[in-house]
Structures are given as C-alpha cells and as structure tokens.
C-alpha cells in the first residue's frame, strides 16, 4: 500500500508541475458553469436544484478523464521510461492502482470547485441536498469507471492523440447504450436492457438521490474489469518479444476469469432491490408509514397493473422503470395481499379487450418527432388499482408533471407517485368498505345522546320523529356487536339542571314552532367517542330517511372507512359558450373542483336554504358575494356543531378583463367574521418578495399608450415562504412556497377570540406594507422596477389564520332566520312575510360549539381561482397547483387524514427559487465565476508553497551534509 500511495503522490503532483492541470480544470469548471447558467438557463427554470449540471456531468467527464489520463502511459511507453517501471521492484498493480488514485483525485478536486455552485442555489431556494450528494457519489463512482478505462486504452497505445481519441470512443459507447437517442429505437424490454449497460442512465438514477448497490457495483465492476486489463497490458508488454509459456497463459486466464466474474455479479444482483438509500429530503422515492397503513387495511388481494405499451413516447419511456421499481415495493409492503403486474396490452389480446370494455383505458395518440422520424403512436400509460369490485384508473396525465423550458424543450417527471397511486388505494379500500356495516371502522365506541322533550311536547311532525329515532336507535344498537350505545334524556326533567348545562355547554336552548310560539320543547342530537363530540342536525323534510341518513353523516365522522365529505361554495358563475361567442362570466374554479373530488366526496351547495349539507364533514366557502342572512345562518350552524369552516374572502376582488382593476367586494361576512374574532382590514398587501406574472404594462411609444404582456414581479402577487409558511401541524407540508394574489391583512381580536387558540399559516416577508389604492396597475416610470410607490411601514402582515374552540352563535338572542310566518303573523309583519305555502318550521338555534369547531381564514378571493393559476403557469412554464395544495391540505388536516397528508408533502418537483430581479441573478452568476477561479488561485499558491517547502527542506538536508 506504501508503494501505491508513493506512485499516487509523485503522479498527482506531476499534473500540477506544468500548467496543463489548471487549464484542464478551468476549461471544466468554465463549461460547467457556462452550461448550468446559460445552456440549462438556471434562472428561467425557476427550480432550486443542480440537475443542469449533473446532467451534463457524464458527457463533460468523459472529455476531461480523457484528457487526464492520455498521458499516464503513453507518456511512459513513447519516454522509454516504462522498461524502467516494469523491472522496478514495484508490482504491476501497484503502478496501476497508484496511477488510478492520483487520476481519480484530480477529478475529486475539479469536482470539489464546483461545490460553490450547489451552496448558491441552497441560498436562493430550498435545495434538497439529497441528490446533490448522490451526484457527486454518482459522479465519484463514474469518473473512476472512466479513468479505469482511460489507463487501459492508454497502456495500449504509445501515442496521446490515439489514447484520448480512444478513451473518448469507448466511453462515448457505455454513456450511448443507455442514452434515449438509442433507447428510443426499441422497446419497453430492450431499452430497459440496454439502460442497465449505460453508464449515463445508472447516474441518472443515482442523481436522483436514490444510491443503489446495483448502480454503485455496476461502476465498480467496470473499474474491476479495465484495471485488471490494464495490469495484464502491463504484464503482456514485460512479456514482449519473447516465447509464449504457461506462466503467459496463466496471466491470460486469471484475467479472464477476474473480469467474468466482476460482470457476472450484476447479473446476480440484479433481482437484489431492497440494498439501496433514499437520501432525499422526506425520502420521496421510499413509500412512506401513511402508506403502509393503508395497506395493512387491506383484507381482500389487491391488483395493481400497469399497461405500458413497448413503443411510447420517449419522455414517457424512461418513467417506466422508475413506477416499476416503486410498485415493487408496494408488493413487499403488502406481505402477499399485493399483486403488482406489468403488461404490454398490445402483446395481450384478452386484457386489452378488458381494459378497454371493463375500465375504459383506450391508447393514446402521441406525436413526437425526432431526427430519424416524425410519427404517431398509440401507446399506453395507465396503472389500474381494483379491490373487490371497485377500481381506479391512473393515466399519463395523473402521474406525470411537465415543465417548459421553451417552445421545444420539455422536462417531464414523475409528478408524486406515491401520492397518486395510495390516493387510488384509499379510494377503492373506502369505497369498496363503504358497502359494508358502518360499525366496523369505528376505531372507538359510539354514543348516541338524545336530548328530547317527551312526545306530548313535540309538534306532531317531531313527536313522528322521535318514534322514528328510538326505532332506529333500538336497530343500530343491536347490529353493532356493542360499539354503538343510546341514551335519551329529557332537559326540563329534574328542575331543568340539564337543560341549563346543555345551554352553557353547546349552546341548545329550546326550540319553537314558530315565531311567536312561547312554550318551548328540545330536540337536540350528539354522538361522542373519544371525547369528540359531533353534533347531528334535524334532518330538513322530518322523515325517517333523511333521519338516517344524517346520523350516518355523524357515524362516518368518527370512521377511518368512509371517504370524507367537503361541501364546498363557489360564487355564481355563468360558463362560456365559445361555439356560441358568449364569454363567460365569474370566476370558475374547476381546477379546486377537479382536485378535490378525486380524494373526497364533493357536494356542491349555494347555502340559500340555509343549511349545509347534512353528510359534510368540512365546509368550504371560496370568494363568496353577498351572502344574505340565511346563508350566513347556514356557516353559523354548521360550525356550531363543531364543524370546520375553510373560508377564502378578501374586501377587494378584481377585474382582469383588459385593465387590471380593483374594486371593493362585499362578501357578506363582515360582521360574522368580527363576531368572531377575525376582521379584514381595508387595504392589499404588496411585498417585494413576489411571484413574477404576466401582467399587461402600459408603455408609451411616441406620444402613443401601447398594451402589452410582460412578465414582470408584481408586489401584488404575495410570495410567502420560508418563515412565512407556518408549520400548523403539518398543514403546509410540502408547500415549499405558495402564492397569494392581491390579499389583505388579516386582524385577530384579542376580546373577541379569548379562550380560543390562534394558529398562524401564512405570513408576508417582513418588507411587506398595504395600500389602500385601488390603482394596481404598476408604473415602472414612475416608481422603478417595483412599479408601486413603497409604504413608511413595513412588516409583516398575516394572511392566514386558523382560530379554534368555542365559538358563540352569531345568532345567538336574535329572531330564526329560517323561520316563516303564519298567516295571522304575516297580517302582523306586513307583506314581506307571506309566504306562498305555509308549512311548519322549528326554531332551531345552537347558542355555543363545542371546543372541536374551527375557522380556516385566507385573504384572497382569487388566489384559487383558475384564471389566476393559468397565470401561474404561464409564468412558470408548469402548472402551478400550490394554492390548490394548500387547500387540499387543509381539508385533510381538520379532517384528521393525516396519512395523504404527509405523502402529498413529500413531492419535491416544484421547489421554487427565491424572487430574484436581474441585477440580483446577474450578481450570483459571476459569483460562481469568481469563486471558480479563486479556487484555481488557490490551488497555484498550495502548489507553489509545496515546492518552496520542499526546496528549503532539500536545502537544509545539502547543508547538513
């Protein structure tokens, strides 16, 4: 090892004894640099990450490995000083091992110049370091392979023109095989083949930030095979000239069977997939707990099957090892209820008569176009999920995101399979348990606790009710094998102490008939389990079905088995007619829609009947527009039962026809909002830390006002991220940044929300300020690149809240908003009271909530929107889904479903750098410039300070003599 180390040293310091080294290593570095910055277009990506530059990496490695190791022995073989080595008393190998490691760390240094650049894009952006490690393992473990095969082409030739031309050749061939280039000319089976061969697409594999042991012995295998050609070169030309012998041949078989056996290793590993390391932050190519929770709920085998055609699209092709490899590990996780398989539905007649009859999947048309051919395949991409009866169909555009990085340049990527895929399972386990007895998921007891007068107390429709509750009681208690329990318990028995605690603790309070009823009765509903209480409504027509149904609302509540409700509230909208010309009008939100139904029951509603629907379990209410007074009761009620109420409101909304225009908004929850504790201030939050969008600009040209789009920062367009992202339990997790259009600040009232608990989501920078002007159009004339005059006061502002615990009835002492008069009442009120069908309504008012009802408050009535998200898009050049996430989040964190959760968090495509203006991209671009060339500086000077030393120490050794 002594003797090895010696050749390493004398040969690494030879490089630097001239100045080749350092232009070998500033032409890399310079084109490295160059590539990331300009080629790759960093900046335009907008992705905190360093793909561009281990992209690059392999073909970059190639040249510069060539370059390194042309000489090591062709310099020796043509300077005559090769003889010499070989009748040294160093061995053979020893020679190649220390010329190995001397080449090897060369590289090691070009690789630690470009560190700087990974320690930039983690400044300006949230870089999961993750595959910035595994790149630089993936590139260690490459530049070895090739600096294996450099020597050995090397110790070949006496000529270094020949030595790198052929180093170039043969390495240029292993990065080929596994290219898409040659990939794409075959199939599913081949490519992937072939991709195992490549030395490219294993360090693809690697940079993602997954090492596998499969990967890293193929390397090594390839360093084993050229390093022992390389000592058999070496021991053949020691040989040279004289007569072949046994000993010769013996040299030739040993090496035979050193190089078959490192080969034949891959083939034994291959099947091995379980020795790997996901380094990735959250580890998102590993399947996470939540998931393996969902399928340790599995009782009846579950099919997962992925029909991919041979020929696809080549974006798509190399998706298909990568969803292979994850699927697998579902199958382990399962423990034998999981079959995963892969077919080529073409190859497979009968399935491909099934998928199309029984699950609708149809191959897809793909265009693309190549330098060989331009043609359209009919290719299949889809993954089927089925339990039982029940399935869920996966294509192309549910698991794949695409980035634009120009008009032809496309990036495509798995968006988060592992979401996608376990959001299918979670759908068929619930729909296929939702069949079953409701009783069977409950995770803890259920008591049922009817608060209710006795029968001769009761209107007559009530008095029919509670004969048909007991009934239903009696039915459900004995099917439930003891999770289900009932009592019934009358309020003004007993002097009336519980109907005085149920007042100060829910908030009941008798009902009446009507409005001028004075004699009051109860009729009030709960279930509890776990200490959690839910309280169920008084189903809207008194029937029995309606009865049962509402308590089934309240049982899923408390289930793991049943898929969730959301009802959500949109502000009316008339969509557009194009075939017509009638232009829509309102805001759409079918992109929130779309999202939300693929994971949960989505129930439309416009509240007017005042009341939410009786199977919510979460209600939405999206930029609502004057909301009358039934409406609001409908809010009010349903978070008086414990509800969440998810609430998207700001004082202002905007007009994006032409001009950009704000004006004031009134959303009917003014006073509702400040009696709870929450208030809006009049005004729009503007931050210099913002989203870059297409916004029209006014510019003059010779007395003339031109319109035009450009994409420009605009203050508006809040960028919250970082310490502005508040943890909340998880709910912004994986929201590495989201967007809020034209807020405004959020007040909390201490007064008004004593005894509640306050929780922070999303705050601006602490350079934000608010402005009243409704002028939101911006003038770079007048006001300079922020285009807006900047406020005295800056700091930062809250843009959303979550307050939760009691909350106090809005309408608490104030007359029944659903209430309809008779018609002696009506002659009393006037006109505005008749009514068109008297019918009797109960007066049915909850004063209090228990402590599980919570507001969900954001500032904006537009940042959801689908107008304002394509303006997303069109700036990121990707469809930009985080307010849609966010929501999403919020929807799963009050409903408890923790596990999607915490998957959804772990998507790392759309990790965002920081808004940074030109001067600022300008600026971190010749800084990596810069520090390159300090660290060439760097070395010269260690350089020159070794041989200084070494010559005082020679010196003084000729002056002790």
Not at 311 to 316: D, S, V, W
Request: net charge negative.
């Amino acid at each position: 090892m002594n003797q090895t180390l010696r050749v390493g040293r004398k040969e690494f310091a030879g490089f630097f004894s001239s100045p080749v080294a350092f232009l070998f290593l500033g032409a890399f570095l310079a084109v490295s640099l160059f590539v990331f910055f300009w080629v790759e277009t960093f900046f335009a990506r907008n992705i905190a990450d360093v793909r561009p530059l281990f992209e690059w990496m392999p073909l970059l490695l190639i040249f510069l490995v060539a370059a390194i190791t042309m000489r090591m022995w062709s310099e020796e073989r043509r300077s005559g000083t090769l003889e010499f080595l070989l009748s040294s008393p160093v061995k053979s190998y020893q020679l190649v091992w220390g010329k190995f490691l001397a080449c090897l760390a060369l590289v090691g240094v070009a690789l630690l110049l470009t560190l700087p650049l990974p320690i930039t894009v983690s400044l300006i952006g949230p870089l999961d370091w993750g595959p910035v490690i595994g790149g630089y393992v993936a590139a260690l473990f490459l530049a070895s392979a090739y600096v294996a095969i450099g020597l050995f082409v090397s110790a070949r030739s006496a000529n270094q023109i020949v030595s790198l031309i052929g180093t170039v050749v043969i390495c240029g061939f292993f990065y080929l095989l596994g290219s898409s280039a040659l990939t794409a000319l075959f199939g599913n089976s081949a490519s992937e083949f072939l991709k195992l061969l490549g030395s490219g697409s294993r360090f693809e594999s690697i940079t993602r930030g997954v090492i596998d042991l499969r990967d890293l012995y193929y390397y090594l295998s390839l360093v084993g095979v050229f390093l022992t050609l390389n000592v058999f070169t070496l021991e053949w030309l020691r040989w040279s000239g004289n007569p072949r012998n046994p000993q010769h041949r013996r040299w030739g078989l040993l090496a035979s069977l050193f190089a078959a056996n490192f080969l034949a290793a891959n083939l034994w590993l291959a099947p091995v997939n379980a020795v790997r390391a996901d380094i990735t932050d959250g580890h998102i190519y590993s399947i996470s707990d939540a998931t393996r929770d969902y399928l340790a709920q599995v009782r009846e085998p579950l099919l997962i099957r992925g029909y991919f055609s041979a020929q696809t699209h080549p974006l798509l092709a190399p998706l298909v090892p990568r969803l292979r490899d994850l699927l697998q590990e579902y199958a382990v996780a399962g423990k034998g209820k999981v079959r995963v398989e892969f077919i080529d539905p073409q190859g497979h007649p009968d399935l491909e008569k099934e998928a199309n009859e029984k699950f609708g999947i149809k191959p897809v048309p793909f265009q693309f176009a190549s330098k060989y051919q331009s043609s359209v395949v009919n290719s299949y991409f889809n993954l089927l999920v089925q339990y039982g009866d029940q399935y869920q169909v996966l294509d192309f555009r549910d698991l794949i995101e695409v980035k634009s990085q120009s008009e032809v340049d496309l990036d495509v990527d798995l968006r988060n399979p592992e979401y996608d895929i376990t959001q299918a399972i979670k759908k068929v386990l619930l729909a296929y348990q939702g069949g079953g007895d409701p009783f069977d998921s409950l995770s803890h007891p259920v008591t049922f606790s009817g608060y209710l007068s006795p029968a001769d107390k009761l209107p007559p429709v009530l008095a029919r009710l509670r004969a048909d509750l007991q009934s239903l009681l009696l039915e459900w208690a004995e099917k439930s094998k003891g999770n289900f329990r009932y009592e019934l318990k009358d309020p003004d028995a007993d002097g009336g102490a519980l109907g005085e605690q149920l007042e100060t603790e829910y908030g009941f309070r008798p009902m009446a008939a009507s409005l001028f009823d004075t004699t009051g009765f109860w009729f009030y509903m709960t279930l509890e389990s776990g200490g959690r209480i839910v309280q169920v409504p008084l189903p809207a027509d008194e029937g029995k079905a309606s009865l049962e149904r509402s308590l089934q609302a309240g049982l899923k509540r408390f289930s793991s088995g049943f898929l969730k409700t959301v009802a959500l509230y949109t502000p009316p909208s008339t969509p557009a007619m194009p075939h017509l010309g009638v232009p829509g009008s309102g805001k759409s939100f079918t992109l929130l829609e779309d999202t939300l139904s693929e994971e949960h029951n989505l129930s439309l509603t416009d509240l007017k009947s005042g009341e939410v629907p009786a199977e919510a379990d979460l209600l939405l209410v999206v930029s609502p527009e004057a909301l009358d007074e039934k409406q609001v009761f409908a809010m009010d009620q349903f978070l008086m039962r414990g509800g969440t109420v998810v609430l998207a409101t700001a004082p202002y909304d905007i007009d994006t026809e032409g001009a950009l225009v704000a004006k004031p908004h009134e959303s009917g929850l003014k006073d509702w909002l400040a009696h709870n504790g929450l208030s809006l201030d009049d005004g729009m939050v503007l931050d210099p830390q913002n989203a870059a969008f297409p916004i029209p600009v006014d510019r003059r040209v010779a007395g003339f006002v031109v319109r035009e789009t450009q994409l420009v920062d605009y203050p508006y367009f809040v960028d919250v991220r970082g310490k502005g992202l508040e943890e909340a339990g998880g709910l912004t997790a994986g929201l590495a940044q989201v967007t809020l259009t034209w807020p405004s600040p959020i007040r909390v009232g201490d007064d008004k929300s004593a005894g509640r608990e306050i929780i922070p989501v999303l705050r601006s920078s602490d350079a934000a300020w608010t402005s009243p002007s409704l002028d939101i159009q911006p003038d770079f004339s007048a006001h300079g690149d922020l285009g807006f005059a900047k406020g005295e006061q800056t700091g930062g502002q809250l843009l959303g809240v979550i307050s939760q615990g009691r909350f106090d009835s809005y309408f608490k002492g104030k007359p029944f908003p659903l209430a309809q008069a008779t018609p002696a009442e009506a002659e009393l009120l006037g006109d505005d009271a008749k009514q068109e069908e008297p019918k009797e309504t109960i007066s049915r008012v909850i004063d209090r909530s228990p402590e599980s009802a919570r507001i969900m408050l954001f500032s904006s009535n537009s940042f959801l929107s689908d107008e304002m998200l394509d303006l997303a898009t069109a700036g990121l050049g990707t469809r930009y889904l985080k307010p849609v996430q966010l929501v999403e989040n919020a929807v799963d964190w009050s409903l408890e479903d923790r596990g999607l959760l915490a998957i959804r968090g772990r998507a790392q495509f759309s990790r965002t750098l920081l808004p940074l203006d030109r001067t600022a991209q300008v600026f971190w671009e010749y800084l990596n410039y810069v520090l390159a060339l300090a660290g060439l500086l760097l070395i010269w000077w260690l350089r020159r300070l070794s041989v200084v030393t070494a010559r005082q120490r020679h010196a003084a050794i000729l002056a002790g003599v």
